[in-house]
Structures are given as structure tokens and as C-alpha cells.
T-cell receptor
Framework: NAGVTQTPKFRVLKTGQSMTLLCAQD?????MYWYRQDPGMGLRLIHY???????AKGEVPDGYNVSRLKKQNFLLGLESAAPSQTSVYFC????????????????????FGDGTRLSIL | AQSVTQPDIHITVSEGASLELRCNYS??????LFWYVQSPGQGLQLLLK??????LVQGIKGFEAEFKRSQSSFNLRKPSVHWSDAAEYFC???????????FGAGTRLFVKA
């Protein structure tokens, strides 16, 4: 049981290049999240998804796009990378589908991947 | 404005000593409160959470936290620290339905022999 898996783990880009970060979870979770972590700032939510085919903006969505075509995957795209996007990116998931109601527990990120360290030169 | 403050950027404690990590929050509604731990090179792991009820919450790895509404605090404690507890700890506040969990900047814990 892998939990939440992020690929790649490290990447260096040049300004203006594009790339996609992949997040995969095998826990049948409905909710998935993308965060960025910067020194001294904690985690900030970029985008999130409450289910297959749905996405929504978080606190810092500018410069990023996301897609949730399959329930188990949540992709984060950078169309034109900028040095300000140098960060560590974390994916998280929560809310097992077997719950018929929506318990308050599961609005919060429960399981995190190990992160993707992205540097943009 | 909603915010979470962790006043200590880093703390050093001796192995076997007690630990208290501070967390203060500002939140308009009844808060849901969380503590996460992050080991180097890894993602965050949920230690414990408070939604309602008993203000003393037990978590994993021997940690506990106490919600004090009058002080707007949710401090994390452990009676005896182990070397494996060295990590970064994040306090977070949120509520249901809004996906607006706010994370503090973190406190890095160093454990000395």
C-alpha cells in the first residue's frame, strides 16, 4: 500500500519551461490537494479537488493549473515556470469513498506524499 | 484575519526531557485544530486533531495537545522526548466545508543526547 506517491522527486527547470507534477493515491480518497511549502511560511494550498472531474482554487492558484481526470490521480501543471515558483510541492488526500456521509474529519488533508523539490532558474 | 502563529522557530531539548511547542491562532469561527510532524525529506503526518469535546487531545507517538479557548492556544506536549522526535512540527487551524486549513510556519525540534 503506497499511500500518496509524487513524481518526480526533484526537478530543475529554466524560466518559461513547462512541466507537470503527478500525484497518485491508492486509498480510494475523494479529496486531493496540492500545496507548496516555502521557508518560514508553512504550507499554502494551491488547488484542490473534491472528486473526479472537479477542481477548485486554493490560496495561491496563479501560475498553476490542475486536472483530476481519474480519481486516483491529481496533476499539477506549470505552463510557464517562473523563479517565484521554486518551492517544495506536496500532494495530499483525504475522505475515503466508503463513507456515505461527509464526516468533518475528512475536509482536512490526511495523507501526504514525500514532496517534489522544484527549482526554477 | 485568520492566522496561526508558532512563536518558536526552533527548539532544542535533551533526550528524555519534556517538550512543549506553542501554537496560537486567530480564527473567526469555532476552530478545528491540528498538529502535523514532518521528518526530513518526507511529507507531513497528522499527529492529532481537535474538533470538539474534551480539550485535551491524545495523538500518536505519545503526543498530546490542549485547546485553551481563552488563550487561543493549542500547545503540543510530550512528557519524554526521544531522539526520533527530531523533526519539524506544524500547527494548523481550519473548519469543515471550506478547505481553508491554515498552517503555521513550523517549529523545528532538535534533540540532543
Amino acid at each position: 500500500n503506497a499511500g500518496v506517491t509524487q513524481t518526480p522527486k526533484f526537478r530543475v527547470l529554466k524560466t518559461g519551461q513547462s512541466m507537470t507534477l503527478l500525484c497518485a493515491q491508492d486509498m480510494n480518497h475523494e479529496y486531493m490537494y496540492w500545496y507548496r511549502q516555502d521557508p518560514g511560511m508553512g504550507l499554502r494550498l494551491i488547488h484542490y479537488s473534491v472528486g473526479e472531474g472537479t477542481t477548485a482554487k486554493g490560496e495561491v492558484p496563479d501560475g498553476y493549473n490542475v486536472s483530476r481526470l481519474k480519481k486516483q490521480n491529481f496533476l499539477l501543471g506549470l505552463e510557464s515556470a517562473a523563479p517565484s515558483q521554486t518551492s517544495v510541492y506536496f500532494c495530499a488526500s483525504s475522505y475515503p469513498s466508503q463513507f456515505k456521509t461527509r464526516p468533518t474529519d475528512y475536509d482536512q488533508p490526511q495523507h501526504f506524499g514525500d514532496g517534489t523539490r522544484l527549482s526554477i532558474l | 484575519a485568520q492566522s496561526v502563529t508558532q512563536p518558536d522557530i526552533h527548539i532544542t531539548v535533551s533526550e528524555g526531557a519534556s517538550l512543549e511547542l506553542r501554537c496560537n491562532y486567530s480564527y473567526g469561527a469555532t476552530p478545528y485544530l491540528f498538529w502535523y510532524v514532518q521528518s526530513p525529506g518526507q511529507g507531513l503526518q497528522l499527529l492529532l486533531k481537535y474538533f470538539s469535546g474534551d480539550t485535551l487531545v491524545q495523538g500518536i507517538k505519545g503526543f498530546e495537545a490542549e485547546f485553551k479557548r481563552s488563550q487561543s492556544s493549542f500547545n503540543l506536549r510530550k512528557p519524554s522526548v526521544h531522539w526520533s522526535d527530531a523533526a519539524e512540527y506544524f500547527c494548523a487551524v481550519g473548519n469543515t466545508g471550506g478547505f481553508k486549513t491554515i498552517f503555521g510556519a513550523g517549529t523545528r525540534l532538535f534533540v540532543k543526547a
